[in-house]
């Protein structure tokens, strides 16, 4: 018998889900919005949360690793009335446990549910002690960086690749690092290869090495990037800018850990771990051919996405505070403040340059404020109070709030209207209705009966 929370606001399929729930001996509990699910996770520990995606106040695929913080940490199981393949990638990246179309939730719910609680049942019975991660350069204790401590902990437990991806700025290398300093190669090098910066001639001599006399100039053999980090880490970094004729070679060293410098006839041997990072989305390379798909997937045994500052704001104060304090520290002055209007300006700022624009622009605000004990608004950079001050502005095209219907009332205008058209351009033929939309019949039917639309032929359809 398990704990199960269903979050949705259609209260046909949540009664559906009770009575099959309750049936099978699990104690289930409903929430009809995402607010009223999370206060009820903080008081219940759930072992399931069964979770629609549109909700009335917000997507829930974005409230997945919110669920996941709570104490039970509990399994989500996703379903949606329009699947499709981007909202599933993005439930299992965001930790959903399985993914199901609600017009099939309850034929299919039994199999993902099962395999679930067998699931946590292991992993209650192979609990072992914590890890303690040592990420003292990292900054940031928000929901989406906590998800991407928890990889780190078990890459750095592993000798497996990390693929690490994310915008510029976010801090890839501060994590490759950490996953080296956390691991039982510590102790070694970690030698990073900037894929981007090295000429496509001396990617293969930087990489492998050269013998003397290997090519004009090669006056003396040189070990090779690859020698250095026998025994420890290496660290590509910018991965998909590396040539295709050199992904062919490198493939073979990162499978058979052996290479031949350039020039030589004898091969040597490396113990070497691979972790790379790209600001690409090497999915795409392998579509457009740019990047070869065996590589991509060797690399990806374990795989981290960094979210954009945007995407994380509640760490900014810790990162500004963070920042002014080794400013300071640097400077040799006294620690100075903040204004709460100076957060909030750095608060409504997207930064597309991520962490290292947050870093460069405390540097530019000092250079502003060299003798000020307080930090304020006027002291940021144009750019940042410009996007400020918009923030205060009306938009022309703004809706009223008066002119806007509750979103069940919304919701169940635009249904009606749909069904109304549909089977119009059905002309009334339910199974070309399914065709048209999409809906299962199952579904189709209970719309129709929902809004007194069932054809008959004494009821003609509604007129455009």
């Not at 997937?297 to 981290?304: E, G, V, Y």
């Not at 209207?417 to 209970?446: H, N, P, V």
């Amino acid at each position: 018998m398990a704990d199960i929370l269903v979050v949705d606001d259609d209260r046909d399929i949540c009664r559906m889900l009770e009575t099959r729930l309750g049936r099978s001996g699990h104690n289930h509990f409903v929430a009809h919005t995402l607010a009223d699910a999370l206060r009820l996770a903080e008081r219940v520990e759930f072992d399931i949360v069964l979770l629609d995606v549109q909700m009335p106040d917000g997507n829930g695929l974005e409230y997945i690793p919110r669920f996941r913080t709570f104490a039970s940490s509990p399994e989500v199981i996703i379903f949606t009335g329009r699947g499709d393949s981007d909202s599933a990638g993005k439930a299992i990246r965001s930790g959903a446990w399985g993914y199901i179309e609600k017009a099939n939730v309850i034929n299919e719910l039994a199999p993902p549910l099962t395999r679930a609680l067998e699931y946590r049942e292991e992993k209650r019975k192979s609990r072992v002690a914590p890890f303690h991660l040592n990420r003292d350069r990292i900054i940031g204790r928000s929901i989406r960086m906590n998800a991407c401590f928890d990889i780190v902990a078990k890459a750095a437990g592993s000798e497996a690749n990390v693929l690490i991806s994310g915008e510029t700025g976010t801090g890839k290398e501060l994590f490759a690092r950490a996953i080296h300093e956390n691991s039982s190669r510590a102790d070694r090098n970690i030698v990073t290869v900037d894929c981007a910066a090295l000429p496509e001639t001396l990617i293969e001599s930087a990489l492998f090495g050269h013998s003397r006399g290997a090519f004009t100039g090669a006056d003396q053999a040189r070990d090779g990037l690859i020698t250095h980090a026998d025994g420890g880490v290496l660290f590509l970094d910018e991965v998909g800018e590396l040539p295709p004729s050199i992904q062919k070679s490198f493939l073979r060293v990162l499978q058979e850990h052996r290479y031949r410098p350039v020039g030589s006839l004898e091969e040597r041997a490396s113990s070497f771990r691979v972790v790379a990072a790209t600001n690409r989305n090497l999915e795409i390379c392998v579509q457009q051919g740019t990047f070869r798909s065996d590589l991509y997937f060797r690399l990806q045994a374990f795989t981290i996405h960094l979210p954009p500052l945007r995407e994380r704001k509640e760490d900014i104060v810790e990162l500004t505070m963070h920042c002014i304090g080794r400013l300071c520290d640097r400077m040799k002055v006294e620690l100075k403040g903040v204004s709460p209007d100076f957060i909030e300006a750095l608060a409504s700022y997207d930064w597309p340059g991520n962490v290292r624009e947050l870093f460069q622009t405390m540097e530019e605000v000092f250079a502003n404020g060299t003798h000020a004990r307080i930090l304020f608004p006027h002291h940021l950079p144009e750019r940042i109070r410009i996007s400020h001050s918009r923030g205060y502005l009306t938009p022309k095209d703004r809706e009223p709030a008066e002119n806007l219907l509750q979103w069940r009332q919304a919701k169940e205008k635009f249904e009606a209207e749909y069904i109304d058209r549909l089977m119009r351009a059905a002309q009334s033929r339910t199974r070309k209705a399914c065709e048209i939309s999409g809906i299962s019949k199952a579904r189709l039917y209970q719309l129709l009966g929902k809004y007194d639309r069932l054809p008959s032929r004494r009821t003609p359809l509604p007129s455009p």
